[in-house]
C-alpha cells in the first residue's frame, strides 16, 4: 500500500473519523452503527451490533443491515485500490448473493479475506484500459464463531475519463 491508501486505512478504523464520514456520506450505516474494525491490502472486518434499531420482528439483526455491513467489508478494498491512482478508477457493484444460515442475534462481524482482489482488478484496469471485475466473499460470524450469512459481492472498476 502506498501512503495515501495507508492513511486512508487509518482514518477508516478511527472510530471517530469513520462516524463522522458516515453521518455525511452514508448515514444509513451510521445509524446502523457500522464500525470498520480492521483494513488493510489482504483483509477487512467490519462490525454492526445488534441493536433495537437494526432489528426484525423475528428478534434478530435485519437482514438489509447485515448486508450493509457485509458491502461495507468488501467496498473498503475497493477503496482503498482506487485511492491515489492515476487515471483516477471509478468502482460500483454489479451482483450481489446472500445467504443467511443462523439468526444474528448479537454483534456480527463480517470478514473479508479477498482484498487482494482489489488491487489486482485496478491494476488490470489501469494497464489495459478496460474495465475489470472482482467478486469478493465475505462471511458474517457472531463472536462465538457461529456462522450467520455469507455474501458475495461482485465490483466493477473502471477508469474514468478525463
Keep these: 500500500m502506498n501512503d495515501q491508501q495507508k492513511k486512508l486505512a487509518s482514518k477508516l478504523t478511527n472510530p471517530m473519523l469513520l462516524m463522522f464520514y458516515m453521518f455525511f456520506k452514508l448515514p444509513m450505516g451510521f445509524l446502523a452503527g457500522l464500525r470498520v474494525r480492521k483494513v488493510n491490502e489482504n483483509m477487512t472486518v467490519v462490525s ?4 433495537w ?3 426484525n420482528p423475528f ?3 435485519y437482514f438489509a443491515v447485515q448486508s450493509m455491513a457485509a458491502e461495507m467489508s468488501t467496498a473498503s478494498a475497493c477503496m482503498l485500490a482506487v485511492q491515489d491512482q492515476s487515471p483516477s478508477v471509478a ?3 454489479v451482483d450481489l448473493k446472500g445467504s443467511f444460515s443462523k439468526k444474528a442475534i448479537r454483534r456480527v462481524y463480517f470478514t473479508c479475506e479477498q482484498n487482494q482482489k482489489a488491487f489486482e482488478a485496478v491494476v488490470k484496469c489501469i494497464e489495459t ?3 475489470a471485475q472482482a467478486t469478493f466473499e465475505t462471511v458474517g460470524k457472531m463472536k462465538d464463531g457461529t456462522e450467520v450469512a455469507r455474501f458475495e459481492f461482485t465490483w466493477s ?3 474514468r475519463s478525463a
Design 157 to 159: 472498476f473502471k477508469q
Design 53 to 55: 434499531r437494526n432489528k
Design 91 to 93: 468502482f460500483i457493484i
Design 59 to 61: 428478534k434478530s439483526i
Design 129 to 131: 484500459g478496460e474495465a
Design 48 to 51: 454492526v451490533p445488534f441493536k
